[in-house]
C-alpha cells in the first residue's frame, strides 16, 4: 500500500503541471491556432544598428505543449539588415530533410500559434563576439540529422549545445524545455548551462544540476523538479519556473 501510495504521488508530481497546463489552456494545445506572424518583440534592424543575439522559446505544439516549451536561437550581425534565426525541427527528418533549419520562421514569429518569450538577449560587442561561436557551435552540433522527442536529441538539445559552447550566452533555459539535458555526445558530466555549476545526466532521462543560477534541478525521465533558493522559486514540469522574483 505504502508503495502503491508513492508511486501515485511521484506520478501526480511529474503529470500534474502538464495536465493542469492542459486543463487551463486547452488553446496551447491546438495547432489550428497557428500563426507565424511577427511578434516585434525584437529589436528591429533598421532602428538598432548594433549586434543582437537572443535566445527565445515558446511552447510546443500539440499534446507537446503540456510538457514543453520550443527553443531556437536569433541574431543579427552589426549593421545587418534582418535576422537569421537558428532551431531544430523534426518535421521531415525521416523523409531525409536535416533536422537542423535556417529561416524558418520570422526570428520572433510564434510557435505553432503560441507567443515566444526572450530568455536571453544580448547586444554589441558581447553579440558580436558571440555570433562566430555561435555559427560554430551550430556547424559543430552532433545530430544534424537526427531528431527525437524525447528524451532527445531534439530542439532544446541543440540550443543547450549551443549556449554551452558560446560564453555570451551563458543562462539557464526554461526548466521545461525537455531535452536540454541530452548532453551531446554521451559524456554524463557538463557544466550548467549558465555556467554557475555543474551537470550530470544520463541519456537525458536521470539527472541532477546544482548550480548558482540554476538552484538545484533534479531530472526524472526527462522532466524537471527542482528549487532556486537565490530567486525564490520552484520548477516544475509543463509549467517550469514559479518565483516570487
Do not use: C
Not at 503529470?15 to 497557428?34: H, I, K, Q
Not at 518583440?41 to 514543453?68: K, N, Q, S, T, Y
Amino acid at each position: 500500500m505504502q508503495r502503491t501510495v508513492e508511486i501515485l504521488a511521484l506520478l501526480l508530481l511529474l503529470l500534474g503541471g502538464p495536465l493542469f497546463v492542459a486543463y487551463t489552456r486547452p488553446e496551447v494545445l491546438d495547432w489550428r491556432s497557428t500563426n507565424h506572424a511577427p511578434t516585434n518583440i525584437l529589436p528591429a534592424p533598421a532602428a538598432h544598428d548594433e549586434a543582437v543575439v537572443a535566445v527565445m522559446a515558446a511552447r510546443a505544439w500539440g499534446w507537446r505543449g503540456a510538457f514543453a516549451v520550443h527553443t531556437w536561437i536569433a541574431m543579427k550581425p552589426k549593421g545587418a539588415a534582418r535576422y537569421d534565426r537558428y532551431e531544430v525541427v523534426g518535421w521531415g527528418v525521416q523523409r531525409g530533410m536535416r533536422a537542423v533549419r535556417q529561416n524558418m520562421r520570422p526570428p520572433d514569429a510564434p510557435w505553432a500559434g503560441n507567443p515566444p518569450t526572450v530568455v536571453r538577449l544580448i547586444e554589441g560587442a558581447a553579440a558580436e563576439a558571440a555570433i562566430p561561436k555561435i555559427e560554430r557551435a551550430v556547424a559543430e552540433y552532433p545530430y544534424p540529422e537526427r531528431y527525437v522527442i524525447w528524451p532527445g536529441p531534439n530542439s532544446n538539445t541543440f540550443v543547450a549545445h549551443v549556449v554551452r559552447r558560446v560564453p555570451e550566452l551563458a543562462t539557464e533555459l526554461p526548466a521545461h524545455a525537455v531535452g536540454k539535458d541530452w548532453l551531446a555526445n554521451w559524456f554524463p558530466l557538463a557544466p550548467a548551462m549558465s555556467r554557475t555549476g555543474v551537470q550530470l545526466s544520463l541519456f537525458g532521462v536521470l539527472g541532477l544540476t546544482v548550480a548558482l543560477d540554476e538552484g538545484i534541478e533534479v531530472n526524472l525521465l526527462g522532466l524537471v523538479i527542482g528549487v532556486d533558493p537565490l530567486d525564490l522559486a520552484i520548477k516544475l514540469p509543463g509549467i517550469g519556473r514559479v518565483g516570487m522574483r
